[in-house]
């Protein structure tokens, strides 16, 4: 089966979208608004300067997609590319489709001269975190906050 990765379009959203909200439930029981996650995923493709998606295909069909978005450090002078909303299609995981994904986000973010990759995984998500550190990532020593706030009205 061959594996393809390409950057998404516009006619990607609907699958991104529902990707999105099926990987929320999954790894956190979380239940998203359909319409702040629909506008959510359109703001990327609106404004480039948030980042991209890719999407993998296996024989065609798209069976996954991740979301790469920008951190500047004025430590390295220079972009962290940060892996987010990562989604494979349950039939296709563990096929490699991840990994493709990997591959083709490392080789634009070297080209790109990126500092670095990033990504967060829940701890409790240890089937992640072995893929991950398989594909040479390793765990680092920070922990992550935040502060939600209320999504904008559009």
């Known amino acids: 089966m061959t594996i393809i990765v390409r950057h998404a379009s516009h006619a990607d959203i609907a699958d991104i979208a529902a990707w999105n909200q099926a990987m929320a439930w999954e790894t956190e029981h979380k239940a998203l608004d359909p319409a702040v996650l629909a506008r959510g995923v359109t703001a990327v493709f609106d404004e480039p300067r948030r980042g991209f998606y890719l999407v993998a295909e296996r024989d065609g069909a798209p069976v996954g997609c991740l979301l790469v978005t920008y951190e500047w450090s004025d430590w390295r002078a220079g972009d962290f590319w940060w ?38 995984v829940e701890t409790g998500n240890e ?13 680092c020593h920070y922990y992550m906050y935040e502060a939600e706030f209320a999504p904008p009205s559009l």
Request: proline content about 0%.
């Open 127 to 139: 089937r992640a975190q072995r893929t991950y550190a398989g594909l040479g990532m390793a765990r």
């Open 83 to 120: 892996i987010q909303s990562v989604y494979v299609v349950e039939a296709a995981r563990r096929g490699g489709v991840f990994r493709r994904l990997y591959e083709e986000v490392r080789r634009h973010a070297a080209e790109a001269g990126a500092v670095g990759l990033r990504l967060y």
